[in-house]
């Protein structure tokens, strides 16, 4: 049970450790406090400090009530304390405000989620991706909902779209014990082969790698491996391993082909066809480097200036956009925010720009591997 007067003791020792903004320079950025409220909420959160976030991100909506960022932190806060209703309001409210916001969508599709009313939760994420037709997750939710209420083919369809947006989503499905019911499906265990073809595309050419990095059973990933040899997709080749020989994979000739240097959806949607050479990955490859170091500099102007270079369609924008359209989209937003908000937006995401920079790294190192080979 919660300790309700608890709550609020906490409450008014966080409150007599903020000085109220009102009382705040006027030679100060009008938005300094809120931001530097905001940012300790989210410093909470990270500390899993959830009840004292939340009484500083109402502090912060004292200063800008409308402000949506914070409005939304408000929101996963009460949610992860489970105080759904409230959460709902506050998701209303942000609706109010831009009804076409796919994150809160989303969120508030979570929040019926857990409240076991799939139906409400179907409603609220289908306007996130009709909000957004590129976000990953609402569709990967959207297959999880369909799933639960037994609407097999649409789930199928909706998990697809968002592998197609998020190859991750795949693997993740793997354990998700919301696709129980389409587990059996024909449709699903082509999702499984989609999972061993992407593993051994990175890198991954036995068996017990392949199960490793996918967390299928061994069996599924056997059947899934026969299943795509018959396909003609990859080769069976043998290792010697001391005194016995274990079976090695590689992807065919002509799919690494196809998967190096066209845009192949998963499921066979083709994509168009890359305009520069797959040397120029190089550039992309030294621009992270730089990038990396301006991020732990925190240089904001070397940052944004390096972020051009993979925005920009005349150097290497055209080539992120068919490779990793989801990260160029993530950079482009970055550039945006951090020259709105400067040091700030960079000290709260520099992890995960750090992250997204290596995951492309990696990428491109792979695809470098394969070329030279």
């Known amino acids: 049970m919660k300790k309700i007067f608890q709550k609020k003791t906490e409450e008014n020792k966080i409150e007599s450790k903020i000085v109220d903004p009102v009382e705040e320079t006027s030679l100060v950025d009008p938005d300094y406090n809120r931001k530097k409220l905001f940012k300790k909420g989210v410093n909470l959160m990270a500390d899993e400090k959830l009840e004292d976030a939340a009484v500083i991100f109402e502090q912060a909506l004292r200063i800008e009530p409308n402000n949506i960022e914070t409005l939304i932190k408000l929101g996963y806060v009460r949610f992860h304390l489970e105080e759904y209703n409230d959460a709902l309001k506050i998701y209303d409210k942000i609706l109010d405000i831009d009804v076409t916001n796919p994150e809160t969508w989303n969120l508030k599709a979570l929040v019926h989620y857990e409240q076991k009313n799939y139906a409400k939760a179907l409603d609220a994420v289908e306007k996130a991706v009709e909000s957004d037709p590129t976000y990953g997750m609402a569709w990967y939710n959207k297959a999880c909902f369909l799933s639960l ?5 649409e789930s199928l369809e909706a998990l697809k779209r968002s ?9 993740k499905s793997i354990r998700d014990k919301d696709f129980r019911n389409v587990r059996i499906e024909e449709g699903f265990k082509r999702i499984m082969e989609v ?3 992407e593993s051994i595309r990175q890198g991954y050419h036995t068996i017990g790698a392949i199960v490793w990095t996918t967390f299928l059973d061994k069996a599924d990933t056997e059947n899934a491996l026969r299943k795509l040899l018959e396909k003609g997709l990859i080769v069976q080749h043998e290792k010697r391993d001391g ?6 994979y590689d992807l065919t000739a002509d799919v690494a082909e196809r998967m190096g240097k066209d845009k192949k959806g998963l499921f066979g949607i083709s994509q168009k066809q890359l305009s520069k050479p797959i040397k120029n990955l190089k550039e992309i490859s030294q621009a992270i480097q730089s990038a990396r170091v301006a991020i732990e500099e ?5 940052i944004i200036e390096i972020f051009d270079e993979f925005i920009d369609s005349t150097k290497s924008g055209e080539q992120m956009i068919e490779q990793f359209f989801e990260e160029h989209r993530e ?11 400067g040091i ?7 992890g995960k720009m750090i992250i997204l920079l290596d995951n ?4 491109i190192t792979k695809k470098l591997r394969n070329e030279i080979a």
């Open 243 to 248: 005194l016995s020989k274990i079976p090695i």
């Open 344 to 350: 700030d937006y960079l000290i709260e995401n520099k």
């Open 195 to 197: 999972v061993v073809l």
């Open 163 to 171: 592998i197609e947006i998020d190859v991750k989503n795949a693997r």
């Open 298 to 302: 925190e240089n904001i102007e070397k």
């Open 149 to 153: 209420v037994n609407q097999v083919p």
């Open 360 to 363: 492309v790294e990696v990428t």
């Open 331 to 341: 950079i482009r937003l970055w550039k945006i925010r951090l020259k709105d908000r």
